[in-house]
């Protein structure tokens, strides 16, 4: 490792908090304040199948969406799947992997070393890779984020604070509902400001930076797409469920916005109702194909349809999982989690408390 480098190391208190997003709004900040900056992964989380290909996916994102060379980015040193966790819960994987995280960091170039922690305080500590063990090899300090639930969250940062101690500088609450803003910041933050726990962001919840493309919920859904394949990067902010009669349908499509409307293939005219409305996908369940003019309506207003085998019931329960779960690879959503960091985030503090000189704060307008 580089002594001169400032190690800091974004965990979490739960899987989903928007680590990723929160580090990208961090470098950009950087970046622009005139700062080098490199990011590492060392521990990966995929149980998919395709894991090599979703976390090279996510790296180069990263990297390109930030400008970094690739000596400036390192894909991790390890990933959690079901052979390397039986391996090492069998013997056969014996590695020292604090000595082989010295070697792996020293590798990256950059005044401030940007690092990607577990999904959990104790993901990784099968292979002594837990972020406070993680932070302690690399000296670095943490800034942890964790999603708004209640007030309730507060006790996460508690015991964070007894688990980590000194090397806790600061955490973030993300995704906070606009009625619980005033809330968060007279209750909450005062609160753990008195506890040594400084509240260096409060980022409201947006529709946007939760939505999903019609791409990815084509490949969650493993779906046929009928009609506007070049419409795929449409954002999707909501799911409905094409159950009702025709003019209930209507009255309550229309206050939505940029929906994903399920419903059987069979239901031409809720289908029809659909697309006459503020949806950005239209996703077909059962066998029976759509009636052409269907078809024509969806090509003439650019709005995909999708064929799925699963029944309603599963396709919803896939759809919704998928909201504010996946990762954020569209440049809109890098501008507005951008928006966000500069409004929402205290970096004179994070800079004070990394020990750079300060940092010219941008609007990103």
């Given at each position: 490792m580089?002594?001169?480098?400032?190690y800091l190391?974004v965990?979490s208190?739960?899987?989903?908090?928007?680590?990723?997003?929160?580090?990208?709004?961090?470098?950009h900040q950087l970046?622009?304040g005139?700062f080098?900056?490199?990011?590492?992964?060392?521990?990966g989380?995929?149980l998919?199948?395709?894991?090599?290909?979703?976390r090279?996916k996510?790296v180069?994102?990263?990297?390109h969406s930030?400008?970094l060379?690739?000596?400036q980015?390192?894909?991790p040193?390890?990933d959690?799947n079901?052979?390397t966790?039986?391996?090492r819960?069998?013997g056969q994987?014996t590695?020292?992997?604090?000595?082989?995280?010295?070697?792996?960091i020293?590798?990256?170039?950059?005044?401030?070393?940007?690092?990607?922690?577990p999904?959990?305080?104790?993901e990784?500590?099968?292979?002594?890779?837990s972020?406070k063990e993680?932070a302690?090899?690399?000296d670095?300090?943490?800034l942890?984020?964790s999603?708004y639930?209640?007030?309730?969250?507060?006790?996460?940062f508690l015991?964070a604070?007894?688990?980590?101690?000194?090397?806790?500088?600061?955490?973030?609450?993300n995704d906070?509902?606009?009625?619980?803003?005033?809330e968060v910041q007279?209750l909450?933050?005062?609160?753990l400001?008195?506890?040594n726990i400084p509240l260096?962001?409060?980022?409201?919840?947006?529709k946007l930076?939760?939505?999903v493309s019609?791409?990815?919920l084509?490949?969650?859904?493993n779906?046929k797409?009928?009609c506007?394949?070049?419409r795929l990067?449409?954002?999707v902010e909501?799911?409905i469920?094409g159950?009702?009669?025709?003019?209930?349908?209507?009255?309550?499509?229309r206050?939505?916005?940029?929906?994903a409307?399920?419903?059987?293939?069979d239901?031409?005219?809720l289908?029809?109702a659909?697309?006459?409305?503020s949806t950005h996908c239209?996703i077909?369940?059962?066998?029976?194909?759509?009636?052409p003019?269907?078809?024509n309506?969806?090509?003439?207003?650019?709005?995909?349809?999708?064929?799925?085998?699963?029944d309603?019931?599963?396709?919803?329960?896939?759809?919704?999982?998928?909201?504010g779960?996946v990762p954020i690879h569209q440049?809109?959503k890098?501008?507005?989690?951008?928006d966000?960091?500069a409004?929402y985030f205290?970096f004179?503090?994070?800079?004070?408390?990394?020990?750079?000189?300060k940092?010219?704060?941008?609007?990103?307008?």
């Amino acid at each position: 490792m580089a002594k001169s480098a400032k190690y800091l190391l974004v965990g979490s208190t739960e899987a989903y908090s928007g680590k990723s997003a929160i580090i990208l709004g961090i470098a950009h900040q950087l970046l622009e304040g005139g700062f080098k900056v490199a990011y590492s992964k060392p521990l990966g989380t995929c149980l998919d199948e395709n894991f090599e290909e979703i976390r090279e996916k996510d790296v180069n994102f990263l990297k390109h969406s930030l400008g970094l060379s690739v000596e400036q980015v390192q894909s991790p040193i390890l990933d959690l799947n079901t052979n390397t966790i039986g391996s090492r819960l069998q013997g056969q994987d014996t590695n020292n992997y604090s000595e082989a995280l010295q070697e792996y960091i020293a590798q990256l170039q950059g005044e401030v070393v940007l690092l990607e922690g577990p999904e959990t305080l104790w993901e990784g500590s099968l292979f002594g890779l837990s972020t406070k063990e993680i932070a302690h090899t690399t000296d670095a300090a943490i800034l942890l984020v964790s999603r708004y639930d209640s007030l309730l969250c507060v006790a996460n940062f508690l015991a964070a604070k007894k688990t980590l101690g000194d090397r806790l500088i600061g955490v973030v609450i993300n995704d906070i509902p606009p009625s619980k803003l005033e809330e968060v910041q007279s209750l909450i933050k005062p609160y753990l400001e008195e506890q040594n726990i400084p509240l260096l962001g409060m980022l409201p919840q947006d529709k946007l930076l939760n939505s999903v493309s019609v791409r990815e919920l084509s490949k969650r859904l493993n779906a046929k797409v009928l009609c506007r394949e070049d419409r795929l990067d449409l954002m999707v902010e909501s799911l409905i469920i094409g159950a009702m009669n025709v003019n209930s349908a209507l009255e309550f499509f229309r206050q939505r916005e940029n929906m994903a409307v399920v419903t059987g293939s069979d239901r031409t005219e809720l289908q029809m109702a659909a697309l006459e409305t503020s949806t950005h996908c239209l996703i077909l369940t059962g066998h029976v194909p759509p009636k052409p003019y269907i078809l024509n309506r969806a090509e003439d207003l650019e709005v995909p349809v999708l064929s799925v085998d699963f029944d309603t019931l599963t396709t919803v329960e896939i759809v919704d999982n998928c909201f504010g779960k996946v990762p954020i690879h569209q440049p809109i959503k890098v501008k507005r989690m951008r928006d966000l960091m500069a409004k929402y985030f205290d970096f004179e503090r994070l800079s004070e408390y990394l020990g750079l000189e300060k940092i010219q704060l941008t609007t990103n307008s």
